[in-house]
């Protein structure tokens, strides 16, 4: 009995090590986490700031910016997780009783909405204030090329993604 089930689990365990092993060096076409393929191009932030020719010095300090976001990120997790966590439950009990109700309060609605975009707002001004400061380390040149790089590669990875619930013709 005992011999059967290392055999059994031997035999499950062995073609998902292999297969694994097997993917592990290929691209298979995707992108990677900060930059999208799209018809052979790279899209995303990473691709842009890789044309810039940045310096030594410019890129060592983005590197101590994103290491200190994360750090940053990290101990307001800690810290406040839970609370935020117990907010977010608390908006979406909020929401369903809205919506289940027998009668739409529209002012407690409004209230709720204007709460989460609130919210929502103080998480742009705050992803606004992380991207002035990356682009702060660029020079004026280096700025112009940025604005260029992302009018264009934003308009081209658009243009070769199709839109959301249409077939491709």
């Not at 407690?108 to 204030?129: D, I, T």
């Amino acid at each position: 009995m005992n011999m059967t089930k290392t055999f059994l689990a031997t035999a499950l365990t062995l073609p998902l090590m292999f297969g694994n092993a097997a993917f592990a060096g290929e691209d298979h076409g995707k992108g990677d986490r900060d930059g999208r393929h799209h018809a052979g191009k790279q899209c995303g932030e990473r691709a842009i700031m890789q044309q810039l020719d940045l310096s030594e010095q410019q890129l060592e300090q983005l590197k101590a910016q994103r290491e200190s976001a994360r750090e940053q990120m990290k101990k307001a997790f800690a810290e406040q997780g839970e609370q935020h966590k117990a907010k977010r439950e608390a908006q979406h009990k909020a929401k369903q009783a809205l919506v289940l109700a027998e009668d739409f309060d529209k002012a407690a609605a409004q209230k709720l909405a204007a709460n989460m975009a609130e919210q929502h707002a103080a998480m742009m001004v705050h992803q606004l204030e992380r991207e002035h400061a990356k682009l702060a380390v660029l020079t004026a040149e280096q700025k112009e090329q940025y604005a260029k790089l992302k009018a264009k590669g934003g308009k081209d990875c658009r243009e070769d993604k199709p839109r959301r619930g249409h077939k491709g013709e």
